[in-house]
């Protein structure tokens, strides 16, 4: 277990290393372009844009470790409001669109659902559980943001149409630095932290996350929060 979570940690580091140099070279080479030469202004803006969206995914990722380890640590400090989850899904699809214009994203949600919490968790929430959908299924095939409640529960849900989570992963994904697959073969980009920090954030609010099959393919992960 010890050796395990070494390896666990020491590929952490190596991705948040990739993850953090990739958008700081980007900006450096935007800034410097800029810099040097006389660009006609469609072509400053586009560099502009771009280097504005790379400075979002770093501080995306600073937020996600800082936020990650005082949860984790129950260093976190808030003063719980009332907050309206579908107001925020809103506003998390709207940020989404923006990163990934290409993505079909659908949505469902026709009433408020107040709940006892804190705006910037469940923004951080639903824009990771987005981006992992994101992440791990076709670009041809669109994500599902449902936002809905029955008499107990305010309900979170996010489908994707991707390859699915097997049964016996649907525990280990949430735990810190996990990530499936071989670490050597895989391709896809990531630290390990985004489930982890859901998890941590559903609990922070006295909710569930699970994960189901989507019929007939992919994930749907579900966040139930308590009413009252």
């Known amino acids: 277990k ?9 590929n952490f580091m190596m991705a948040v290393t990739h993850e953090l140099k990739t958008p700081i070279a980007v900006t450096q080479l935007n800034i410097e372009t800029l810099l040097k030469r006389d660009l006609e202004p469609a072509q400053q803006k586009k560099l ?4 504005l969206k790379e400075t979002k995914r770093l501080d995306t990722l600073c ?3 800082l ?8 260093k976190y400090e808030s003063e719980k409001q009332i907050i309206d989850i579908a107001a925020i899904a809103m506003q998390a699809i709207g940020s989404f669109k923006e990163r990934y214009p290409d993505r079909l994203i659908e949505y469902t949600c026709n009433e408020v659902l107040p709940i006892k919490g804190e705006t910037i968790l469940i923004q951080l929430l639903i824009n990771n559980l987005l981006d992992n959908a994101h992440k791990y ?3 041809t095939q669109p994500i599902t943001l449902r936002v809905y409640s029955n008499s107990q529960s305010h309900i979170l849900e996010v489908a994707d149409e991707g390859a699915g989570i097997p049964v016996e992963e649907r525990e280990k994904v949430f735990e810190k630095f996990y990530r499936m697959g071989e670490e050597n073969t895989r391709t896809s980009k990531g630290t390990g932290l985004g489930l982890f920090l859901c998890k941590k954030i559903a609990d922070f609010h ?6 189901s099959d989507h019929v007939p393919v992919g994930s749907v992960f ?6 009252g």
């Open 63 to 65: 937020n996600n470790i």
């Open 222 to 227: 579900t966040i139930k929060f308590p009413i």
């Open 206 to 211: 006295g909710a569930t996350i699970k994960i």
């Open 137 to 139: 299924s076709p670009l």
């Open 2 to 10: 010890q050796l395990k979570y070494s390896n666990q940690q020491q």
């Open 67 to 74: 936020l990650a380890s005082q949860l984790d640590m129950g």
């Open 48 to 51: 502009i844009e771009n280097t």
